[in-house]
């Protein structure tokens, strides 16, 4: 599951970079939470949570239908 959720990452990296920002997969649990770690601009945004809510998790659920739930760390 693991390289199913890098591979979905790198398909929000693009968008997170062209602000400046990125993520790093910290952790992918068997029960489904993935916890990441936003970097860069994204570490400090205040949008931060609507991006890892509604941007990294809903395409990680898309992508990898095993994932639950999506934390940051």
Known sequence: MKE???AALNKVRPQLRM???????????????V???LTGACGGCPMSQMTLKMGIERILK?????VKQVLSV
């Open 62 to 66: 898309k992508e990898v239908p095993e």
């Open 35 to 37: 916890k990441v770690r």
């Open 19 to 33: 602000d400046g920002g990125d993520v790093e997969l910290v952790e992918v649990g068997e029960d489904g939470v």
């Open 4 to 6: 199913k959720v890098e």
